[in-house]
């Protein structure tokens, strides 16, 4: 009876007839435990989320990541709570893991659409939910810089720089962030931080 009542409350998956996996289980399970017997800020901000899934993703050299995917207008609620969140998870889980907001993209209409629609909002274009990915995967770091770089064999590499601020807390994650992006949107990226200053000796 818990254990239904953890998914009726922490998970609320987008098709009705679609099991949870094991790993969307133990989420809400952690999440259930640290809303009951967590910090009194962190489970009253609990006590109205919930999550629509999970997934692994393989990050090479044996490591592996984890998405989970919130509802959109529950982001900024999320995000009040995420590192307090992340911390614990990762160490239920012992995996690096990122949270994102489940966002839709609408497809641009073509030239031979005679149905009359409502202009596509911005945000969901597929640059701006590719680019609200990369917000998402390194929060509550900032993005500084963003450069894409094509090679003479036309493939594209986008590059990202992180402030500096977060550099000690997701230095170690900027693999994971690649892979995972990459699984998402199927475009290659490389994450990294501002290079320190030089300093001469006299």
């Not at 239904?4 to 998956?13: G, L, M, R, S, V």
């Not at 160490?91 to 030239?111: E, F, T, Y």
């Not at 929060?139 to 450069?147: A, L």
């Amino acid at each position: 009876l818990r254990m239904a009542f953890t998914y009726q409350a922490k998970i609320k998956k987008d098709a009705k007839d679609s099991k949870a996996t094991s790993l969307e289980e133990s989420i809400a399970q952690y999440l259930f435990d640290l809303q009951c017997n967590g910090e009194p800020e962190v489970s009253a901000e609990l006590k109205k989320l919930h999550f629509i899934s999970a997934k692994e993703v393989e990050c090479g050299k044996g490591r592996a990541g984890v998405v989970i995917f919130v509802p959109y207008r529950q982001l900024k609620e999320y995000h009040r709570i995420q590192e307090v969140l992340i911390d614990e998870l990762e160490k239920k889980l012992s995996k690096d893991v990122m949270i994102i907001a489940q966002r839709r993209i609408v497809p641009k209409p073509g030239h031979n659409n005679t149905i009359k629609q409502q202009k596509r909002p911005k945000s969901r274009t597929v640059a701006a939910v590719h680019d609200a990915i990369i917000e998402d995967l390194v929060f509550p770091g900032e993005v500084v810089d963003k450069r894409m770089r094509q090679r003479v064999d036309g493939s594209r590499t986008y590059k990202v720089v992180l402030g500096a601020k977060e550099e000690q807390n997701l230095e170690r994650k900027l693999e994971t962030f690649s892979a995972v992006y990459k699984k998402l949107t199927g475009k290659n990226i490389v994450f990294s931080f501002p290079a320190q200053p030089q300093t001469i000796d006299q």
